[in-house]
């Protein structure tokens, strides 16, 4: 399976954007980018997900570069709410549909 | 929907023993998936049910570990003759695949069974 790279942690202010990026450089043709995050003793939460065009729902925004190879999970205005762990992993269309985590970046989301 | 639930959400074992988690996965949904999280680490995928069969295992499961999954609905996830090491946060996911092998599915997880070994 294809690996993800992340920066273990970040800090933004609160409701100001944060850009969280991710690099894929060996991502195939058919995984999908998958974004989740932890919040502090829950189970993950699924964000986002795309394959090669920008998406974006009520949580949060992606964006894929043209190669693929990186891309970023946009939240518009971070609040207290968003301090957590978030995972970018990649998913191989046609296998069991396993999450392969990897450290993930924790961001931290000051008042 | 309320939701994927685990019970116990606690236990603490004494090495060598037994013990055994249950999931309740999201109704209907057709896909199940164990994972075990450690201290300051990303979860790590343990096996996979397609509604009651087993389609993988992953090396992490030892023989000592077993799931099961009756009638595709609940899961029970039981570790034999606990060792220190098993300590984890022991996490379980559901989601519904309308089609096979896209992997585009949502998984929902849930609170997780966090277990000590003494």
């Known amino acids: 399976d294809a690996k993800t790279t992340q920066p273990n942690s970040m800090e933004s202010n609160e409701e100001e954007p944060v850009h969280l990026p991710c690099n894929h450089s060996?991502?195939?043709?058919?995984?999908?980018i998958h974004w989740y995050r932890q919040l502090p003793s829950q189970g993950p939460e699924y964000v986002i997900h795309?394959?090669?065009s920008n998406v974006n729902n009520r949580m949060a925004s992606l964006a894929i570069a043209e190669d693929r190879k990186s891309s970023t999970l946009i939240l518009h205005r971070a609040t207290l709410r968003d301090a957590a762990v978030y995972y970018c992993?990649?998913?191989?269309?046609?296998?069991?549909?396993?999450?392969?985590f990897g450290q993930g970046t924790t961001l931290q989301v000051k008042p | 929907d309320t939701g994927v639930s685990q019970n116990p959400r606690h236990k603490i074992t004494k090495r060598g023993q037994n013990v055994t988690f249950r999931c309740d996965p999201i109704?209907?949904?057709?896909?199940l998936y164990w994972y075990r999280q450690t201290l300051g680490q990303g979860p790590e995928f343990l096996t996979y049910?397609?509604?009651?069969?087993?389609?993988?295992k992953s090396r992490l499961l030892s023989d000592r570990f077993s799931a099961e999954r009756p009638k595709g609905s609940f899961s029970t996830l039981e570790i034999q003759r606990t060792e220190q090491g098993d300590s984890a946060m022991y996490l379980c996911?559901?989601?519904?695949?309308?089609?096979?092998?896209?992997?585009?599915?949502?998984?929902?997880f849930g609170p997780g069974t966090r277990l000590t070994v003494l």
């Open positions: 996911a559901s989601s519904f695949d309308f089609v096979t092998g896209t992997s585009t599915d949502t998984q929902y």
């Open positions: 060996t991502i195939s043709g058919t995984d999908y």
């Open positions: 795309g394959l090669t």
């Open positions: 992993i990649l998913r191989r269309s046609g296998n069991t549909g396993k999450l392969i």
């Open positions: 109704s209907e949904h057709n896909r």
């Open positions: 049910f397609q509604n009651e069969a087993q389609l993988e």
